[in-house]
Structures are given as C-alpha cells and as structure tokens.
C-alpha cells in the first residue's frame, strides 16, 4: 500500500535545527518527485521544497530559500528536510507528498493519480 509517513517534529528554539524524515512504501521512490508542504490553520498551504526524481533538482519557497534544504536517499526511501535558523513563522505541520511541480513560481503538488500526502509532523519554533 501507497504510504508516506513523516517524522523528526517537535519543539524547537528559534534558530535551532531539526531534520524532518519522509519514509515511503508501496511505491519506488526513485521515480516521483517529493514535496515538503507547510499549513497553519486557517491560512493557505505553502509548498517549501521541492526535490525532482533522479538526475535531481531543488527549488524552494522563498521564506526558506538559504535555510532549509531537501535531499533524497533513495536506497532508504526516504527523503529529508534539514530546517535551520528557524524562525516562529515556521510553526506549522510539515507534510511530504508525490508529487512537485512549478506553477506560477510556486511549488505545488501535483496531480492525480499520483498525489500521496502523509499525515504530518508537527514543527514548533517557540522559546
């Protein structure tokens, strides 16, 4: 069964790090590009990284552009967010899901039927 699962959250001290894991199963990693997404009740969805299947490449939001970085290892089927220099307006559930794209300078998630989500881990950036 299609499955990603999202761990690493938690509480963290503003300009701490933390690096957020995304495991998948029941499907081949290497071919999917893997999203990370960030929701705050309330507000819209913001995609933050982006990273594409193998020969890869990177985008990110520019809130996070120069802090955050994605990364794949495609053995362990996992792809990783390292989050440093944290901020508050980090605060957020952090979601990993199949798959990125580009549109309109954003990343977004792709279509259907390839659109798989986790269930989230929480990221609180607070003193």
């Known amino acids: 069964q299609v499955q990603l699962v999202e761990s690493g959250g938690g509480l963290v001290q503003p300009g701490g790090s933390v690096r957020l894991s995304c495991v998948a199963s029941?499907?081949?990693?290497?071919?999917?590009?893997i999203g990370w997404f960030r929701q705050v009740p309330g507000k819209e969805r913001e995609g933050v990284a982006c990273?594409?299947?193998?020969?890869?490449?990177?985008r990110y939001a520019d809130s996070v552009k120069g802090r955050f970085i994605i990364s794949r290892d495609n053995a362990k089927n996992t792809v990783y967010l390292q989050m440093d220099s944290l901020k508050p307006e980090d605060t957020a559930v952090y979601y990993c899901a199949t798959t990125c794209l580009i549109s309109a300078d954003r990343i977004r998630v792709g279509p259907h039927p390839h659109e798989y989500w986790g269930r989230g881990t929480q990221v609180t950036v607070s003193s």
């Open positions: 990273i594409s299947s193998d020969p890869s490449w990177t």
């Open positions: 029941g499907f081949i990693l290497d071919y999917y590009s």
